[in-house]
Each structure stands twice: as structure tokens, then as C-alpha cells.
């Protein structure tokens, strides 16, 4: 199992930019992915990278904005979101599954927390 903590969430105004880490507890060969929960709404995909990094997916409400990337040298995960919009605005959080990437929720083992992002208009 792997535990996962993400850091890297606040406030931000429309436009700004925010950039999300996930830490990994240990190094194993696993894919990645981010997803979010906006307030009163259901957890959501938003993108994933696979172990070596060579294949990324995103949601399309994301695509051009956000960047998934990951340093395994140091077990983490990063979402840089750019031009972000008040509809950005929940909970972010990473997963971690084995090898393949996935845009599905329940393909996901291990979860972190969540982080916060809030995007003012």
C-alpha cells in the first residue's frame, strides 16, 4: 500500500496559476492520477501519468491548462495548473495504482487526503 499526501493547494484568483504535490511513502512502480471534487458534486477525473511518465491523459475540461508530471527520484507527483478558473474551485487529490495509467476512480488503491484549491473570480 501506498500512502500518498498532497500539499500545494489555496487560494488563487482567476488566471492564476497553483502547482499540486503528491508525496509518495515509498517507490513502487505505480501510475498516477489526480481528481477533484468540486462543492456539492461528485470526485471527477483530471489527469494521469503513467509510471515512467511517457503517457498522460486529461480531462478535456483541463487540457492546454493543466500539466501532470512526475520525479521519481523523489516519489512525487505534481499537477501544475495554469489559468485557473472559479470552476476549478475542490478538493484535489492523488492516487496511486499499479503500472497503467486509468481515468477511473475505482481502478485507483490508495488515495491521499485531498487539498483545497479555491479560485476566486
Known amino acids: 500500500q501506498v500512502q500518498l499526501v498532497e500539499s500545494g493547494g489555496g487560494l488563487v484568483q482567476a488566471g492564476g496559476s497553483l502547482r499540486l504535490s503528491c508525496a509518495a511513502s515509498?517507490?513502487?512502480?505505480?501510475?498516477a492520477g489526480w481528481f477533484r471534487q468540486p462543492p456539492g458534486k461528485e470526485r471527477e477525473f483530471v489527469a494521469t501519468?503513467?509510471?515512467?511518465?511517457?503517457?498522460?491523459y486529461y480531462a478535456d475540461s483541463v487540457k492546454g491548462r493543466f500539466t501532470i508530471s512526475r520525479d521519481n527520484a523523489k516519489n512525487t507527483v505534481y499537477l501544475q495548473m495554469n489559468s485557473l478558473k472559479p470552476e476549478d474551485t475542490a478538493v484535489y487529490y492523488c492516487?496511486?495504482?499499479?503500472?497503467?495509467?486509468?481515468?477511473?476512480?475505482?481502478?485507483?488503491?490508495?488515495w491521499g487526503q485531498g487539498t483545497q484549491v479555491t479560485v476566486s473570480s
Open positions: 492516487a496511486a495504482r499499479p503500472l497503467r495509467t486509468s481515468t477511473l476512480q475505482s481502478d485507483y488503491n490508495d
Open positions: 501519468i503513467s509510471w515512467t511518465g511517457g503517457s498522460t
Open positions: 515509498q517507490r513502487t512502480f505505480y501510475a
